[in-house]
């Protein structure tokens, strides 16, 4: 059924961005294809690479007695989206690492109101829902900005910063928890979306340091590699003398918590999630080491 509401959702995007804005709707829509690396959109959405943001609000609801409502799920998946793009493109202006981006800003505002006004249907300006609503927008906002600001990451900054930009991600948590009248399960089940949240940045942050260090772009990674790193050595030959190692370690300790955590949100769909994305990960990391270890070998031979 999720595959048929995402696809039910861009449609329903693409079809209010002609009503409501039809000038914008060509160059934002072609931003949002481009967006995907020109992957199948549906397809790259849920695939196990891929933060689980619109899965996690699905799988709660299915750990509960009672059918799927695909009405209600429908719009959580439409709202998700519009709240995704509307992050990304602030984020991707920030960092400067694609040309043209700021132009699209005006768009910001569709997203924005899209994001916003399914919940208003659903949960009354008085519902406890909104106090959870405004808080995580509000920190998601902010960790932006103050990623977006640090010049130097520590691990603290990444924990209390970069780590929380996926704060929205638990609002369409927090909404299920609501609607099914399970409140007792949002602390839970908010947690460990945060957790997996630091998670993706950190793998992102990892596997993109070549990337970000080209666009000036701070990191956790990226500042832990300059001060281990040798006085003179280039950060590309830490990486293959120790950071390599160091990284994958982390992202594999903090992976093997997170699957023990899952296990406690009794999902079958969550669990086989987080195995099929450490098989994933095991592959990813595999690959790269078979080129860092040519890279050793190479450095071995001319010392």
């Not at 949002?186 to 340091?209: C, H, K, S, T």
Request: charged letters at 25%; a negative charge.
């Amino acid at each position: 059924m999720l595959h048929e509401l995402v696809v039910g959702a861009l449609a329903r995007l693409e079809a209010e961005l002609r009503r409501t804005a039809p000038f914008m709707a060509e160059p934002v829509g072609q931003w949002i294809r481009r967006g995907r690396g020109g992957a199948e959109p549906v397809a790259s959405y849920l695939h196990p690479r891929s933060f689980p943001l619109l899965q996690l609000p699905y799988w709660l609801a299915g750990t509960l007695p009672g059918e799927i409502e695909p009405d209600w799920h429908a719009d959580l998946v439409y709202s998700s989206l519009n709240g995704y793009y509307f992050i990304r493109l602030i984020d991707n202006v920030m960092d400067g690492d694609v040309p043209g981006e700021a132009k699209l800003l005006p768009a910001a505002a569709f997203f924005q109101s899209q994001f916003q006004r399914v919940y208003q249907r659903h949960f009354p300006a008085e519902h406890p829902f909104w106090g959870w609503f405004d808080t995580l927008w509000a920190q998601s906002a902010e960790a932006t900005l103050r990623d977006g600001m640090l010049q130097e990451v520590t691990e603290r900054d990444f924990l209390e910063v970069a780590a929380r930009k996926f704060c929205a991600a638990k609002i369409p948590v927090v909404a299920v928890g609501y609607h099914c009248e399970r409140s007792d399960l949002i602390e839970p089940w908010v947690a460990f979306v945060g957790r997996l949240g630091g998670w993706y940045q950190m793998a992102n942050d990892f596997f993109d340091w070549h990337h970000d260090g080209r666009f000036a772009i701070s990191t956790y990674f990226r500042s832990e590699a300059d001060r281990r790193k040798r006085p003179e050595e280039p950060v590309a030959a830490w990486f293959v003398r120790e950071g390599f190692d160091w990284g994958t370690a982390l992202l594999g300790r903090e992976l093997t918590e997170l699957e023990r955590l899952a296990r406690g949100l009794n999902s079958g769909d969550l669990n086989a999630f987080m195995r099929q994305h450490e098989a994933h990960f095991q592959q990813q990391r595999d690959a790269a080491a078979s080129g860092v270890d040519g890279l050793r070998s190479l450095v071995v031979a001319f010392g």
